[in-house]
T-cell receptor, first 111, second 114 residues
Framework: RKEVEQDPGPFNVPEGATVAFNCTYS??????FFWYRQDCRKEPKLLMS???SGNEDGRFTAQLNRASQYISLLIRDSKLSDSATYLCVVNEAGGGNKLTFGTGTQLKVEL | NAGVMQNPRHLVRRRGQEARLRCSPMKGHSHVYWYRQLPEEGLKFMVYLQKENIIDESGMPKERFSAEFPKEGPSILRIQQVVRGDSAAYFC????????????FGSGTQLSVL
């Protein structure tokens, strides 16, 4: 089983739609969680951290369910510029500063 | 404040040659990480360094790969006797003190082995 699993997609959605991605992780002792965004052939960039209480940043909402070991990202009112690959990232307990990346979910927002 | 600087952006090597990838962290960052991304795969951790110290190299292949972060100058990822399977994007990242889990990535070096 992969340490961090994501549906690769692609998710093709019209502009203005709401889309949600899920991610599961295998290590129940994992401590911190993030969503990164990666545009084609470019470097990953931190989108947001994910907190146990859930957190929101503009059109983006992240949630963590420790009991089920999954993380979600909700994007409201999708823009064309949201088209990218979204990477679920986990900092595992005892892993020091080593982040484990999922393979990513590809989002395509269309007119 | 310049971001994480990696060079070269593209590197072409023939099988058996050596590849040297360079990374300068963001100003004020003392932690450097190297990740590798193979086509259609996620980023895989390779090594974590601080100045003059390798902290975690659990993701490094046992042979041909080495990394350093000297007191002066950039971090270097060195691949000796490259093979076709080494072809990948190599990303360097740095993080600030206090929030080591928040990585800032460089633009990467695309290594192609002919």
């Amino acid at each position: 089983r992969k340490e961090v699993e994501q549906d690769p997609g692609p998710f093709n959605v019209p502009e203005g739609a709401t889309v949600a991605f899920n991610c599961t992780y295998s290590n129940s002792a994992s401590q911190s969680f993030f969503w990164y965004r990666q545009d084609c052939r470019k470097e990953p960039k931190l989108l947001m951290s994910v907190y146990s209480s859930g957190n929101e940043d503009g059109r983006f909402t992240a949630q963590l369910n420790r009991a089920s070991q999954y993380i979600s990202l909700l994007i409201r009112d999708s823009k064309l510029s949201d088209s990218a690959t979204y990477l679920c990232v986990v900092n595992e307990a005892g892993g020091g500063n080593k982040l484990t990346f999922g393979t990513g979910t590809q989002l395509k927002v269309e007119l | 404040n310049a971001g994480v600087m990696q060079n070269p952006r593209h590197l072409v090597r023939r099988r058996g040659q050596e590849a040297r990838l360079r990374c300068s962290p963001m100003k004020g960052h003392s932690h450097v990480y190297w990740y590798r991304q193979l086509p259609e795969e996620g980023l895989k951790f390779m090594v974590y360094l601080q100045k003059e110290n390798i902290i975690d190299e659990s993701g490094m292949p046992k042979e041909r790969f080495s990394a350093e972060f000297p007191k002066e100058g950039p971090s270097i990822l060195r691949i000796q006797q490259v093979v076709r399977g080494d072809s990948a994007a190599y990303f360097c990242a740095s993080s600030p003190p206090g929030t080591p889990e928040k990585l800032f990535f460089g633009s990467g070096t695309q290594l192609s082995v002919l």
